[in-house]
């Protein structure tokens, strides 16, 4: 045991000789050493300052999720007429350029920004990540292949986007930014809805932002019914009585609750469909007099046609238009958000805010 201590101690002697010499010169140079750390430190102020910022980078989950969404006032089953068209018209377009799908399914009726008869909403399953190498056979490569292909479509909006990265930070991937009118009501939908595509227009055309779009319209087909009050009165009908009429054929009424096989279960009552699809059928539906005399809606009513809101949307109390969108290739989710602040600032419209949802606010918070 005497000579392996030995040997530890040569060579520990050794090792000290070294650092006491490293040492002593270090301390005659020591300005070039703080110059060196000086210079270290720069230099990372400056990669941090110029690289890229991001917060949580979207992952290949395996699932791609798109929307569909047809032109407004068209019926459910137009919209899965829509569909249909657009599976079997790209069906082996796909297959030929998208080999790596397993699986995929479209509902029709269903939007994640709010459910319609225009809207839909489809989801692929990818192969598994060992069958898909390179970087085009990602979420993401094919997504913008998807595209690519969808965007050849008149017939409806159709996007592909990858999934979030984190599981109940928005709907799909990229960025949410809400438009928000602080007006007060001053603006109207349409000039709200302008503001809102004017932005969109010029966010397209940044090179950091790539398929920038809304889902919000103002142009849904509707009927406005005008109940003449006087009309009630003479053909002594009870206003509320004939409210809650017309709401239990159009949108449905509770009426009580039923037990079978130890469950319960609730009854609503509502006119079927083919008794409410047209100006015509509405037009007959009948309310009851105090009197017991059956009165056709067209004779205590008037119905106008216009044209609406499918859905209305509040973020923070104020009315809001949600504008998605992803960055382009090459660019990261900071620069994204940096580029929609950029465009909302330029525009300089008075009255008007923003703010961000999902994963983009969290990204910002956290600067």
Do not use: C
């Amino acid at each position: 045991m005497g000579w392996f201590f030995r040997q530890f101690n040569r060579g520990f002697d050794w090792v000290l000789a070294g650092y006491e010499r490293l040492s002593k010169f270090l301390i005659r140079m020591r300005m070039v050493v703080v110059g060196v750390f000086i210079l270290g430190l720069a230099t990372t102020a400056f990669v941090y300052a110029s690289v890229p910022n991001g917060f949580v980078p979207e992952e290949d989950q395996g699932v791609i999720v798109g929307i569909i969404q047809a032109p407004d006032g068209v019926s459910l089953v137009s919209t899965e007429k829509v569909v249909n068209t657009v599976v079997n018209t790209v069906a082996q377009t796909l297959e030929q350029s998208v080999p790596e799908m397993e699986a995929s399914v479209v509902i029709a009726g269903f939007g994640l920004g709010g459910n319609g008869p225009n809207q839909a909403t489809f989801f692929i399953k990818l192969k598994d990540w060992q069958e898909r190498r390179s970087q085009d056979q990602s979420a993401n490569g094919i997504v913008q292949r998807l595209n690519g292909i969808f965007s050849q479509n008149q017939d409806a909006l159709i996007f592909a986007a990858n999934l979030p990265a984190v599981s109940g930070y928005g709907v799909t991937g990229g960025f949410e930014f809400q438009l928000q009118d602080q007006t007060n009501g001053q603006l109207s939908i349409d000039q709200f809805l302008a503001i809102a595509q004017e932005m969109i227009g010029k966010a397209n055309q940044n090179p950091a932002l790539s398929r920038v779009f809304t889902q919000f319209t103002s142009s849904t087909p509707q009927y406005q019914i005008d109940i003449n009050r006087d009309r009630l009165e003479a053909l002594n009908i009870d206003f509320a009585q004939a409210m809650n009429t017309f709401g239990a054929y159009m949108g449905g009424k509770y009426v009580n609750n039923f037990t079978f096989a130890q469950r319960s279960y609730r009854v609503y009552i509502q006119a079927d469909a083919q008794f409410r699809d047209s100006l015509d059928k509405i037009s007959q539906i009948q309310v009851r007099s105090r009197t017991g005399q059956m009165v056709r809606l067209n004779e205590i009513a008037q119905i106008t046609p216009i044209t609406g809101l499918q859905n209305i949307s509040h973020f923070n109390l104020a009315r809001t238009i949600k504008i998605q969108g992803s960055a382009a290739p090459g660019y990261s989710s900071g620069q994204a958000i940096a580029a929609m602040q950029q465009i909302f600032e330029e525009m300089n419209q008075p009255g008007l805010g923003y703010d961000w949802t999902g994963l983009s606010r969290e990204e910002i918070r956290k600067k």
